[in-house]
């Protein structure tokens, strides 16, 4: 029999994960009723919280198509999560055939379901890893055979670093990735922010303490730092609706209180 608090695989049921509450924001299946309940509680604590989320998802989207618009081809999502309409591969596929796209989460329900939904796609594979051990993931065999790294690469990490907290130094683990990376290659970033809502962004927080990873708001200053040796592509770190819109701008896009940025490696650095 399974243990209290574990599904018969070994998932862990009775506390919240933050890739399953993702998916209840989005409007998903893959979740438990402790899930489901944390999420009642943010929506209660921020109502905005599915438009977040959704704005988060579509600026994954956009970043995805500019980065296939500047020649990139292959791409590393850290933190995926589970898999809903439109992914990253389904993505970048859509706009190359040949793209190739390497998922990385911690969350076994995350996994599995995207091993499901890559099955019988050669050219795209999960791999469960911590991103926190950028020398793991980088040197994972499913992560080299997929990705050639002497090309450039798409390191997407959205919606993933504010749950790295600054005792493990998210600074530095970028800066880790980024020093495996061929020029050419970009960062892509999305990031919550108290500047916008403090009172919310403090109710979230203390909500997510409770969840499998606590999450850390940090500030613009803070969430620039995090392309240090990027050169960031206009807008800027900006607000999620913000960054290359596809259609008219929101009057109060600070209410998707996440911001957002691409950042490319630049030629000069990598030689250096």
Known sequence: MAEAGLSQDGVEVDRPSVARLYDFFLGGHHNFAADRELGRKLLAAEPNARHIVAENRAFLGRAVRFLLGCGISQFLDLGSG?????????????????ARVVYVDNDPVAV???KQILSGNTLATVIREDLRRPEAVLTHPDVRSMLDFSQPVGLLMVTVLHFVPDADDPASVVARYASGLAPGSALAISHATHEAAPGAAARVEELYTSTTAAAHTRSHAEILGLFDGFDLVDPGL?????????GPVP??????????????????DHAG
């Open 82 to 98: 589970i898999p809903t309409q439109d992914n990253v591969h389904e993505i970048a596929q859509r706009g190359n055939p040949q």
């Open 238 to 246: 900006v607000y999620l609706p913000l960054w290359h819109p596809d």
């Open 251 to 268: 009057d109060h896009p600070e209410r998707a209180w996440f911001y957002a940025g691409v950042g490319r490696k630049p030629a000069a």
């Open 112 to 114: 599995a379901h995207s």
